[in-house]
Structures are given as C-alpha cells and as structure tokens.
C-alpha cells in the first residue's frame, strides 16, 4: 500500500516569506506527527495529532510555527516569516491508532532552504 | 527530558568488516528502537527492544538492550554497501507517542 507521502520534495524561499508544507499519512493512521531535522539540532519532536484530540504543540519553537490536519488526514505545516534558522528537512510521519503504537512511518520529508 | 547519546557520531569501513554503534543515556527506559535513515528517505524503524538484557537479531544485525535499560548497541557483522545510512536510537516511550531521537550515528560502507 502507499506509504506517507509529503510535498513539496524540496522548497527554496527567501527570508519572511510564508510557505506550507503538506503531509499526506498513510490511510487509516488516526496518529499524524511532525519532526524536523536540522545539522546542528539533528531530529525533534514538533507537533503531534491524534483523532479528533487536542494537538501537542509541544516541540513548536515558535508561534511562526503552526500546522493543521484537516477531516483526520491531511496535514498542513505552515512556517510564517521564514528565517534562515528554519532551513531544516520536515518530516512527517503517521502511525496506528493503538494507545502505544510501536512504529511510526516516516515520509520522505520536505527539504526547506530559506535563503 | 530523556537523553540518548549515541557514538561514534561517524563510522566509515571498508565492505566485510564489522561496526558496533552505542546508545547510552543515564535514564532507564521501558524500551527502546533503532531507526535507519537513507539519504532523501525517512527513517525506517528496524526493531524495538524491550527487556533487559534482550538480544534481537535481524539478518546481520544484532542488537542488545543492556541489563539495566539504560543503554544499548547495534553490531553489524560483515558490513555491505546497502548498510550505509544513519542509525538512529529512539526513545518511542514519551508523552503521547512522540520519539526522543539520539544524535545518530553515519555509517558509510565503502565497497
């Protein structure tokens, strides 16, 4: 079956600009995540959704940083006035809707580079 | 916060040798996971370890939980190409699911 799909592969902004990046989990996956990896900070925890819950915003490093999941699928990150800071890969990943699933599918990220 | 430390952070070897990464962290944690990251891939979940002491082994993988849970390696013998990649030690046992990622550790094999 497909996996979880994310778009853009690759973004190129500038400084201040907004851009969104979409996330697409696997059908079925009620739990949807968001992780970034950069050089320096390598991979963190950013946001995460489950069922019709109240999202963890936990890990969000600043309120530039919001994301959405629409009908229970789709997801939306959206970075508001971009810094270079924010160049970073996005991950997303889905997983079962069990308490404590054990394994997250990750997507193949999106590659941010804020110029 | 719960931290892994993972080294080396870099391995490179030529194809046949065997490599031993390490996930040490002064925590104890009910469990445990290995990830692999291929470049312009996510990471990829490769096995959960659960009891002290546990030993799995996945083709040419094995990997160990230590007795305490607070550490554990991942050996690869007779190391291939296909094995390089990121090899990253995952706390899967935060709030709500969210994974506590080590710094990782590169392994490149050269064939």
């Known amino acids: 079956g497909a996996g979880v799909s994310q778009s853009p592969s690759n973004k190129v902004t500038e400084k201040g600009k907004d851009v969104e990046l979409r996330c697409d989990p696997i059908?079925?996956?009620?739990?949807l995540y968001w992780y970034r990896q950069s050089l320096g900070q390598g991979l963190e925890f950013l946001i995460y959704?489950?069922?019709?819950?109240?999202?963890?915003k936990s890990g969000l490093p600043s309120d530039r940083f919001s994301a959405e999941r629409t009908g229970g699928s789709v997801s939306t990150l959206t970075i508001q006035r971009t810094q270079q800071e924010d160049s970073a890969v996005y991950l997303c990943?889905?997983?079962?809707?069990?308490?404590?699933?054990?394994?997250?599918?990750f997507g193949p990220g999106t590659r941010l580079t804020v110029l | 916060t719960q931290l892994l430390e993972q080294s080396p952070q870099f391995l490179s070897i030529q194809e046949g040798e065997n490599l031993t990464v390490y996930c040490n962290s002064s925590s104890v944690f009910s469990s445990l996971q290995w990830y692999r990251q291929e470049p312009g891939e996510g990471p990829v979940l490769l096995v959960t370890?659960?009891?002290?002491?546990e030993v799995k082994k996945l083709k040419r993988l094995t990997f160990q939980f230590g007795d305490a849970r607070k550490d554990s390696s991942l050996h690869i013998t007779a190391a291939q190409p296909g094995d390089t990649g990121l090899y990253l030690c995952?706390?899967?046992?935060?709030?709500?699911?969210?994974?506590?990622f080590g710094g990782g550790t590169r392994v490149l094999v050269k064939p």
């Open positions: 370890v659960v009891t002290g002491g």
């Open positions: 959704f489950q069922g019709n819950s109240a999202p963890d």
């Open positions: 059908s079925g996956h009620t739990a």
């Open positions: 990943a889905s997983s079962t809707p069990t308490p404590r699933a054990d394994t997250q599918y």
């Open positions: 995952v706390n899967n046992r935060g709030a709500g699911n969210k994974l506590t």
